[in-house]
């Protein structure tokens, strides 16, 4: 079983290519391996390496820098998933995209659901949304969206403010928009149940788009707290406490692109479709600080 992953430098693919080597052969490529934003260079590839499933967590994830960067940012996000799913299509085998929640405008209070209407604010959002609708004109595709992805690898929050902990000495942090922080761990371990379950199930019917994220939910600023209490629970040497940091709303930390106020997914149909139970958020957050930390 030959699985091609791309992205194995980013945070989920990092997550997924430990995860998966179990499975079968992972065909992993990062930048260096595969040039996503060349449609010819990711046909020559696949033609080459011949995969059973592609799981594609790469992204353009700079979510500001997208701004001025749309091409570049529509290259990856929305005609690379549509390159692979025309590959996936043609030698008639499953297909596994991520997404986000920047799809959604943020402006519901509750969850969302897969069946809500979409409505991207952002260049991010839209290439997102795009890719997406690109992926499903392949009949074997899953798409997962997810939140507020957290790892020990890469770029986060979590580290961003790990770093400022050790620096300053208080901090302003937004507090209006909610989410659920979601860590990639989590995510290997649900996509790693989707391939088995579609393996051993030659007849798998339930493709489509699902919503994976831990559970509960947070805004920024308490995750800050919760981040830097933890932080120092396990030992770390900081310059402030949760106490320094204050919370503000986002119209005093304006940024080039807009953000989702509400990010929270509603998870029902992945944990009753495949089974799942999907740990609280910030039982994740501990597991990832013990291994920063220690």
């Known amino acids: 079983m030959k699985i091609l992953l791309t992205g194995k430098d980013g945070q989920v693919g990092f997550a997924l290519h430990k995860k998966l080597m179990s499975l079968g052969e992972v065909i992993a490529s990062g930048r260096h391996e595969l040039d ?8 020559t590839f696949i033609d080459k390496n011949k995969p059973d499933i592609i799981i594609n967590p790469a992204a353009y994830t700079e979510v500001d820098k997208a701004e001025s960067e749309i091409l570049l940012a529509h290259q990856i996000n929305t005609v690379a998933p549509q390159v692979l799913a025309e590959k996936a ?3 008639n085998i499953p297909f596994i995209h991520f997404s986000t929640d920047y799809v959604f405008d943020g402006l519901k209070n509750e969850p969302y ?7 991207p604010q952002s260049v991010y959002g839209r ?6 609708e690109a992926v499903r004109q392949h009949k074997k595709h899953i798409i997962l969206r997810t939140s507020w992805v957290l ?10 403010i790990l770093k400022l902990t050790q620096e300053k000495s208080s901090l302003n942090v937004v507090s209006d928009q909610k989410g659920t922080p979601t860590s990639s761990d989590v995510l290997a371990n649900v996509t790693y149940k989707i391939v088995k379950t579609i393996l051993k199930n030659t ?12 559970s509960g939910d947070t805004n920024w600023f308490n995750y800050a707290r919760f981040i830097v209490d933890e932080a120092m629970r396990l030992g770390l040497k900081t310059t402030m406490t949760s106490k320094d940091i204050k919370p503000i709303s986002s119209d005093l930390y304006p940024t080039l692109a807009q953000r989702p106020m509400n990010s929270m997914l509603y998870t029902d149909k992945i944990t009753k479709t495949f089974m799942l139970e999907l740990p609280h958020w910030e039982e994740e ?10």
């Not at 996503?36 to 990711?42: E, G, K, M, R, T």
């Not at 790892?151 to 961003?160: E, W």
């Open 113 to 119: 659901l897969e069946t809500d209407q979409t409505n």
């Open 127 to 132: 290439t997102k949304w795009e890719g997406e």
């Open 89 to 91: 299509s043609e030698l």
């Open 285 to 294: 957050v501990k597991k990832v600080l013990k291994v920063i930390i220690h």
């Open 203 to 214: 007849n798998f019917k339930d493709f489509g788009t699902y919503h994976v994220a831990s």
């Open 151 to 160: 790892s020990s690898h890469g770029k986060n929050f979590l580290k961003t």
């Open 36 to 43: 996503l934003a060349n449609a010819d260079a990711i046909k």
